[in-house]
């Protein structure tokens, strides 16, 4: 039974806590900047490039107040130049073209920026020729990069898998090298960049009606707050941001797929889960699965359930 210093000392030690944590959210803002300036740069080379290539750009931007940490600034900026100057040069058609195929004069570039789960997503978005997946695949049969497989059967292979291999070192559909591209800097710099700093980037187009260059990266590197949950003997943190909630399944929401994996009944739809003692090879753990808890998380609007044996805490 807690006697009255106790209480008094876990009282103090409770508004020390509080304001820690104030002072921490406090640091966080000052390292958080709007992403303003970036976007005024992008429009400032959007209109350089255009009038190099001869093209009729506008220029529209959404979401510049969102803010990320000062340090992720100068990073992000050379993919985003490299990225919206292959929108300007290899996306958008001249005007002459587009008005033959019942487009407007002027091509549009848009630039957004969003907070979604903990990440800032900026999207390059173009109006202009699209990606085209049989290029992409005669280019990367010439390169060597379908694994042997003939172009027959790549053809199976999804939109996104296709797209993906413009991220490969050296790729290029451009025939002729031009004073806008062709500098020794490809996709697969964009790519190497964004996943040092735990980000990614991912394409979606449809050809005659433009490209989706979708980039998400961490809100900050300094630090986070994280769930801390047991697994066995092991403990491991969860980024809260991630969370969508955290419940304890009744064997009727828990379904077997073709007795290789669980699937679990969740407002309606069926989310994959995972066993994190097992992928872990995780010594200690429970076998009773009455005890065991479902941490639901969600990244990209993928969701899945972590299987774990406690809630430790949030740190």
Known sequence: MLNNKNHQLQKK?????????ELQDLSMSMRMVPLKATFN???????????????????????????????LVDVINDPLVHMVRNAVDHGIEPSEVR???GKPKYGVIELSACHSA????VEIKDDGWGLDRDVILAKAEELGLLDGSSIDTAKNLSDKEVYNLIFEPGFSTNKTVTKVS????????VRRNLESLRGQVEIKSETGKGSV????????LAIIDGMVVRVGSETYVIPTVSIVSSLKPTPEDVSTV????????????????????????????????????????EDDDCRTGLIVDALVGRQ
């Open 41 to 71: 740069k992008m429009a400032r080379l959007v209109r350089d490039v255009s009038r190099k290539v001869g093209k009729k750009v506008r220029y529209v931007t959404d979401g510049e107040d969102t803010e990320i940490d000062r340090n």
């Open 258 to 297: 073709l007795n290789r994996g669980q699937m679990l009944s969740l407002q309606g739809s069926l989310i994959p889960l995972l066993q994190l003692a097992q992928m872990y090879n995780v010594k200690g753990r429970t076998n009773d699965h009455d005890k065991s808890l479902v941490v639901v998380v």
């Open 182 to 189: 062709g500098r020794g800097v490809g996709m697969d710099v």
């Open 118 to 121: 903990g990440n800032v997503v």
């Open 13 to 21: 030690v409770n508004h020390t806590s509080k304001i820690v944590r």
């Open 213 to 220: 260059f979708k980039m998400s990266i961490p809100l900050t």
């Open 99 to 101: 008005e033959k195929i």
